[in-house]
Structures are given as structure tokens and as C-alpha cells.
């Protein structure tokens, strides 16, 4: 019975460890200026300078909104009026050879320049969009996707 409770007790005081390691953040944001939200888990949470952001995270700007983002592998992106950008994927682990980047801008304009990823693995950093897939070969990019109303 003693090994029974300990063995709850440790599983207890182990599972917030292995549920943030599930959780690691992909990057956070550098800078955010008028209106911006995150959607995570169909929750808005607050935006602001030094937020951390996550796997399939979804980062909305207004039309008077920008938003900067600095990934964990230095990739640099902006976010510029209407945007809506979403995380699908985010891999970083250099030392076990994996590393992977897909994002997907449903609309909006935005500006990148990769990081380490995009130099050490280029062809495992996807950028979509609802028209076109970008394959990153180079380091900066930019791209707009309009509304499709419009």
C-alpha cells in the first residue's frame, strides 16, 4: 500500500513537469502596437510585449494592429494591419536533428527572416497560405494575402 501512494504522490508532483515539457513555447512576441489577440485552446489571451507563444497558436492583428515575433531559433516575423497568422508546427531540437517550422497566414501581410532552422534544414521550413505553399530557400520573404470578399 506504501508503494501505492508513492507512486501517486510522485506521478502527482511529475505531471505538471511532463505537461509543460508538451508545452514548451515556440517564441514569443517582441513588440505589439493596437488592437492584436492570440486565440489559444478558443480562448483570447492578452497581448502584449514578452507574451509567449505556442504550437498552433493563432495571432490576429486589427486593422490598426502590427505584431513582431521572435522564434526560440531566431526566425524573425512581422505581422503587419488584418493580419491572421497561425503555428501549425514548431520543432527545435538541433542536438536530435529535428527541425521543422509551418505556419499558415489565412490573411493579412507578413514579413520573415528565418533562423536557424531556415539555415540548417531550409526545406523543413513551410510557410502556406489559402492559395500557395512558400518553401523557404533563401532567409527573407514577404507576402500579402488578401481577403478573398474583397
Same mark, same amino acid.
Given at each position: !500500500?506504501?508503494? +501505492?501512494?508513492? +507512486?501517486?504522490?510522485?506521478?502527482?508532483l511529475l505531471a505538471p513537469v511532463a505537461a509543460q515539457a508538451l508545452d *514548451?513555447? #515556440?517564441?514569443?512576441?517582441? !513588440?505589439?502596437?493596437? *488592437?492584436? @489577440? /492570440? !486565440? $489559444?485552446d478558443m480562448a483570447a489571451v492578452e497581448t502584449k510585449n514578452g507574451t509567449r507563444i505556442f504550437r498552433n497558436d493563432i495571432l490576429k492583428t486589427g486593422s490598426d494592429g502590427s505584431m513582431s515575433i521572435v522564434f526560440r531559433d531566431d526566425t524573425l516575423l512581422a505581422l503587419g494591419p488584418n493580419s491572421e497568422f497561425a503555428i501549425k508546427e514548431f520543432l527545435f531540437s538541433p542536438a536530435e536533428g529535428k527541425l521543422s517550422i509551418v505556419t499558415r497566414l489565412l490573411r493579412g501581410t507578413a514579413v520573415c527572416v528565418t533562423g536557424i532552422i531556415g539555415k540548417l534544414s531550409p526545406?523543413?521550413? $513551410? +510557410?502556406? *497560405?489559402? #492559395? @500557395?505553399? /512558400?518553401?523557404? $530557400?533563401? *532567409?527573407r520573404f514577404a507576402v500579402k494575402v488578401e481577403n478573398p470578399a474583397e
Open positions: !500500500m506504501k508503494k +501505492f501512494l508513492g +507512486f501517486i504522490v510522485a506521478a502527482c *514548451t513555447a #515556440v517564441g514569443s512576441i517582441k !513588440m505589439v502596437r493596437g *488592437t492584436s @489577440a /492570440i !486565440m $489559444r526545406q523543413s521550413v $513551410r +510557410f502556406e *497560405t489559402p #492559395v @500557395a505553399n /512558400i518553401g523557404v $530557400r533563401g *532567409t
